[in-house]
């Protein structure tokens, strides 16, 4: 088997020109930001953040961090309060990712938040994926360039000897700065350490004025001693899961049952009808939430192979199924 290099452009008109002509056509690109090199994708194009799932190979979906331009924009998909406007005013730009209510009609995919009612979102400082977001107008979904399991590439070289052929391109800026994926906060506390320490977010000194909000606001604005906790990273006790039994690698439906298909087997809707795996993985949570609010008692899911996105679909389907 041959392998080949994508493509790897300096950073500047050009490489964003063709990054943002990938972006459109539905694909994804890599692209440097102050923490690591991200892989980005339109965060309101299903089939292009399923795909940001097949170049990594992820063997389950966890939901994607979204980047945008500024906080206007991040206000048109999320819910703030008054501690994530604060936050989002003293630290963004900046290696900060805000887990908040996110607006439904922002149109953001399902596969993007793993279906959840939340959206992990933050606005960038670098230069490169800044500019990506301006020329595209798109909020992109990005989690970091390698292979699933490897190590977070920090240099352009890392990306292209970790996903190879599996992505068309790579901005080339040099090594980011942080090194370390954006600190995630959902309120005042913190799910994934990182760059910005909970001291740099919570403690009352280090609040420039102007970053401060107009009114003295709500007690919550200074934090007492126990928040800026930090929970497990990657914890997720919130991940969605429908509020129905759900029967796996049903070859047809029982009584009651509501049934997604997948290929051969129709259902009542099909994740793919064609048998096409991005195409299903890009529906799944859609379908997932479509069969939870019908009249029937269970969901029954057909038989998804265990090849390629596949594995993930299936590892969310066996969640899913999990009795509670
Ligand atoms: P990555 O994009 O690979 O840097 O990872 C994104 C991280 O954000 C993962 O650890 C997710 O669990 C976390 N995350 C994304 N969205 C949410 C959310 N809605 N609620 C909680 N954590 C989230
Ligand atoms: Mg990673």
């Known amino acids: 088997m041959t392998t080949t290099n994508p493509l790897v452009l300096p950073y500047g008109e050009a490489a964003i020109a063709e990054a943002?002509?990938?972006?459109?056509?539905?694909?994804?690109?890599?692209?440097?930001?102050?923490?690591?090199?991200?892989?980005?994708?339109?965060?309101?194009?299903?089939?292009a953040v399923a795909g940001i799932y097949e170049?990594?190979?992820?063997?389950?979906?966890?939901?994607?961090?979204?980047?945008?331009?500024?906080?206007?924009?991040?206000?048109?998909?999320?819910?703030?309060?008054?501690?994530?406007?604060?936050?989002?005013?003293?630290?963004?730009?900046?290696?900060l990712t805000l887990v908040l209510p996110v607006r439904p009609e922002a149109g953001i995919a399902s596969l993007v938040t793993a279906g959840l009612d939340t959206i992990a979102i933050r606005v960038p400082r670098h230069r490169a994926?800044?500019?990506?977001?301006?020329?595209?107008?798109?909020?992109?979904?990005?989690?970091?360039?390698?292979?699933?399991?490897?190590i977070s590439p920090t240099r352009a070289a890392h990306v292209a000897a970790s996903l190879r052929e599996r992505i068309p391109l790579v901005i080339d800026d040099g090594a980011t700065e942080a090194g370390l994926e954006s600190t995630i906060v959902r309120g005042t506390e913190i799910l994934r350490p990182g760059p910005l320490t909970a001291e740099d977010l919570f403690s009352g000194e280090g609040r420039s004025p102007e970053g401060s909000i107009e009114s003295p606001g709500p007690a919550t604005l200074r934090p007492s001693p126990e928040h800026g906790t930090v929970v497990?990273?990657?914890?997720?006790?919130?991940?969605?899961?429908?509020?129905?039994?759900?029967?796996?690698?049903?070859?047809?439906?029982e009584d009651g049952e509501w049934l997604i298909g997948f290929g051969a087997v129709a259902g009542d809707e099909s994740l793919s009808a064609s048998g096409d795996l991005t195409e299903a993985a890009a529906n799944l949570f859609d379908a997932l939430h479509r069969a939870d609010a019908t009249a029937a008692a269970t969901i029954a899911i057909a038989p998804v192979p265990e090849t390629?996105?596949?594995?993930?679909?299936?590892?969310?389907?066996?969640?899913?199924?999990?009795?509670?």
């Open 232 to 253: 497990a990273p990657g914890q997720l006790d919130s991940h969605y899961a429908p509020s129905k039994p759900v029967r796996l690698n049903a070859a047809g439906a």
């Open 129 to 150: 994926m800044q500019a990506l977001l301006a020329v595209t107008g798109k909020p992109l979904a990005a989690p970091s360039a390698n292979v699933s399991g490897g």
């Open 20 to 47: 943002a002509r990938v972006i459109r056509a539905g694909g994804c690109v890599a692209v440097p930001t102050e923490t690591v090199y991200g892989l980005a994708a339109d965060a309101t194009d299903s089939r």
């Open 308 to 324: 390629g996105i596949g594995i993930a679909i299936n590892d969310r389907l066996r969640r899913a199924a999990h009795p509670r």
């Open 55 to 95: 170049a990594k190979g992820r063997p389950s979906f966890n939901p994607l961090i979204v980047h945008v331009s500024d906080l206007a924009a991040a206000q048109r998909i999320a819910v703030f309060d008054d501690i994530a406007r604060d936050l989002a005013a003293r630290f963004w730009p900046g290696p």
